[in-house]
C-alpha cells in the first residue's frame, strides 16, 4: 500500500478536508496517474451528502481525472511512462457478462467498481477518486486523451462528456432531429456542443433567464425559460428528444408534454426523490422516458477521440483545492460555468 495525499469527506454534512488515504499496491496491467486536474461533477456532491443512501466514509470524491502517466506494469501495451491518461467513473467490472463484452462495462451484471466509494475486486479495499495526488487502475479502464485539447478542459468530458454522448447515439439524434436539453451546467453544456456537432437542432431549456447568452454561445439554436409561459407554448409538442440534466426536485410530466408524438425523453439527471408519471402521459402521444447512466469503455474512447476531432472540450473555472467546498455550495445554486476542475497542484 502507499499513502496518498487527498481531500475527502469524512461524514455526509462536513466540509471537505485534508485527508490521507492508501492505495493498493500497483499489478502487472496497471497504469499509475500523476493527477493534474479533476473536474467537480454534482454526483460528487450528491455522492458526499449521501443523496442516494450508499455514501461510505471517508468518501475522496472525483471522477473526472486526467494526467501523466509515471509507471506502467508490465503487462500494460496501451501507454507508456509521459503518456497522457485519463480515468472516469469506473475503474473495474467483471468483464465476463453479457454487459462487459458488449463494452457496456457501466451496466456490468456483477457489479462495476466505481472510482471512488466502490471496493477493489481482489478485496484490496476501498476506492478513491481523484481529488487526490495519484491513482492507479487497470489498462482496460484507463482513456487515451488527445494533445490536441485543452487538458483541464478535457478533465469533464470523462464524465460530463461521456453522459451527454451516450444517450445522444443511443437514440441516433443527428441531423434534422429536434433535440431539447433541460438544464445548463455541467451535463447540459456539454449536451449542447454534442448535439450540435451531431446536427440536431438544439434548444436549450432552463430555469435561470441569464443564461441565454451562453446557451447561444455553446450553440444552441434557441433558448426557452422554463417559467415562461409564452415561451413554453411555442415548445408545447415540439421536440424529438429531451435529455434531461436537472439535478433537483421537478415536473417530468411538465416537460413530457414538450414532446412530439413518438418523442423521448431520456433522464440522466438523478434528483434525490422519485417522480409520479401518470401512463396517460406516455399514452398520448407514444412518448418514452429512459435513463442513461454514463458510458462503457469503447464508448467513452470514442467520445474523446470525437471531442479531438471536432475540437470540443468544456467550458471551465480552475480552482485550487482548497475552494471545494465553495464550489459546492455555488454548484447547489447551479452557479457555475458550465464545470469547476481542481488544479491539483494546489492540493
Ligand atoms: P450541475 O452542473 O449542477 O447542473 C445541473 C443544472 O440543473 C443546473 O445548472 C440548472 O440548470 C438545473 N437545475 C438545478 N436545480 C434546478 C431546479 N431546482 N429546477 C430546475 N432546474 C434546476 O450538475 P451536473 O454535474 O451537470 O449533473 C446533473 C445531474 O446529472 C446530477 O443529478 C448528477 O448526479 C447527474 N449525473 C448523472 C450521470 C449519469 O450517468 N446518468 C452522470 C453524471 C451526473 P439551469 O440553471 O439552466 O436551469
Ligand atoms: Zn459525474
Ligand atoms: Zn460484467
Given at each position: 500500500?502507499?499513502?496518498?495525499?487527498?481531500?475527502?469527506?469524512?461524514?455526509?454534512?462536513?466540509?471537505?478536508?485534508?485527508?490521507?488515504?492508501?492505495?493498493?499496491?500497483?499489478?502487472?496491467?496497471?497504469?499509475?496517474?500523476?493527477?493534474?486536474f479533476c473536474g467537480v461533477c454534482h454526483?460528487d456532491l450528491?455522492?458526499?451528502?449521501?443523496?442516494?443512501?450508499?455514501?461510505?466514509?471517508?468518501?475522496?470524491?472525483?471522477?473526472e481525472?486526467?494526467?501523466?502517466?509515471?509507471?506502467?506494469?508490465?503487462?500494460?501495451?496501451?501507454?507508456?511512462?509521459?503518456?497522457?491518461?485519463?480515468?472516469?467513473?469506473?475503474?473495474?467490472?467483471?468483464?465476463?457478462?453479457?454487459?462487459?463484452?458488449?463494452?457496456?462495462?457501466?451496466?456490468?451484471?456483477?457489479?462495476?467498481?466505481?472510482?471512488?466509494?466502490?471496493?477493489?475486486?481482489?478485496?484490496?479495499?476501498?476506492?478513491?477518486?481523484?481529488?487526490?495526488?495519484?491513482?492507479?487502475?487497470?489498462?482496460?479502464?484507463?482513456?487515451?486523451?488527445?494533445?490536441?485539447?485543452?487538458?483541464?478542459?478535457?478533465a469533464p468530458?470523462?464524465?460530463?462528456?461521456?453522459?451527454?454522448?451516450?444517450?445522444?447515439?443511443?437514440?441516433?439524434?443527428?441531423?434534422?432531429?429536434?433535440?431539447?436539453?433541460?438544464?445548463?451546467?455541467g451535463?447540459?453544456?456539454?449536451?449542447?456542443?454534442?448535439?450540435?456537432?451531431?446536427?440536431?437542432?438544439?434548444?436549450?431549456?432552463?430555469?435561470?433567464?441569464?443564461?441565454?447568452?451562453?446557451?447561444?454561445?455553446?450553440?444552441?439554436?434557441?433558448?426557452?425559460?422554463?417559467?415562461?409561459?409564452?415561451?413554453?407554448?411555442?415548445?408545447?409538442?415540439?421536440?424529438?428528444?429531451?435529455?434531461?440534466?436537472?439535478?433537483?426536485?421537478?415536473?417530468?410530466?411538465?416537460?413530457?408534454?414538450?414532446?412530439?408524438?413518438?418523442?423521448?425523453?431520456?433522464?440522466?439527471?438523478?434528483?434525490?426523490?422519485?417522480?409520479?408519471?401518470?401512463?396517460?402521459?406516455?399514452?398520448?402521444?407514444?412518448?418514452?422516458?429512459?435513463?442513461?447512466?454514463?458510458?462503457?469503455?469503447?464508448?467513452?474512447?470514442?467520445?474523446?477521440?470525437?471531442?479531438?476531432?471536432?475540437?470540443?472540450?468544456s467550458?471551465i473555472e480552475i480552482i485550487a483545492?482548497?475552494d471545494i467546498?465553495t464550489a459546492y455550495?455555488r454548484l447547489?445554486?447551479?452557479d457555475v460555468k458550465y464545470r469547476f476542475v481542481i488544479d491539483?497542484?494546489?492540493?
Open positions: 500500500m502507499s499513502s496518498v495525499k487527498a481531500f475527502a469527506a469524512l461524514d455526509n454534512s462536513s466540509p471537505l478536508v485534508p485527508h490521507t488515504i492508501e492505495r493498493r499496491d500497483p499489478k502487472p496491467h496497471d497504469v499509475q496517474i500523476d493527477i493534474l454526483s450528491h455522492f458526499v451528502k449521501n443523496d442516494w443512501g450508499m455514501s461510505t466514509y471517508p468518501l475522496v470524491p472525483g471522477h481525472i486526467v494526467g501523466k502517466v509515471t509507471a506502467v506494469g508490465p503487462h500494460v501495451k496501451k501507454f507508456k511512462v509521459g503518456d497522457l491518461a485519463g480515468i472516469g467513473c469506473l475503474v473495474d467490472s467483471c468483464r465476463d457478462c453479457d454487459n462487459c463484452k458488449e463494452g457496456l462495462e457501466q451496466y456490468c451484471s456483477n457489479g462495476w467498481v466505481g472510482t471512488y466509494g466502490g471496493q477493489e475486486k481482489d478485496g484490496s479495499g476501498a476506492t478513491y477518486g481523484g481529488y487526490s495526488k495519484t491513482i492507479l487502475a487497470h489498462e482496460d479502464f484507463v482513456l487515451k486523451i488527445s494533445e490536441k485539447l485543452d487538458l483541464a478542459a478535457s468530458l470523462l464524465c460530463a462528456g461521456i453522459t451527454t454522448y451516450s444517450p445522444l447515439r443511443h437514440w441516433k439524434v443527428g441531423k434534422g432531429t429536434r433535440v431539447g436539453v433541460l438544464g445548463l451546467g451535463l447540459g453544456h456539454m449536451g449542447v456542443k454534442l448535439a450540435v456537432a451531431m446536427g440536431a437542432e438544439v434548444t436549450m431549456l432552463s430555469h435561470t433567464p441569464s443564461k441565454e447568452a451562453d446557451a447561444k454561445r455553446l450553440g444552441a439554436h434557441q433558448f426557452v425559460l422554463t417559467s415562461d409561459e409564452e415561451q413554453i407554448k411555442k415548445v408545447t409538442g415540439y421536440f424529438d428528444f429531451i435529455l434531461d440534466t436537472v439535478s433537483a426536485a421537478h415536473d417530468y410530466n411538465f416537460y413530457l408534454g414538450l414532446l412530439r408524438t413518438n418523442g423521448v425523453m431520456v433522464c440522466v439527471g438523478v434528483p434525490p426523490a422519485p417522480a409520479q408519471i401518470p401512463a396517460m402521459n406516455l399514452i398520448f402521444g407514444r412518448k418514452s422516458i429512459g435513463g442513461s447512466l454514463i458510458g462503457g469503455l469503447p464508448e467513452t474512447q470514442e467520445m474523446l477521440d470525437f471531442c479531438a476531432e471536432h475540437n470540443i472540450v467550458d483545492m482548497k467546498n455550495e447547489e445554486k447551479s491539483m497542484s494546489t492540493l
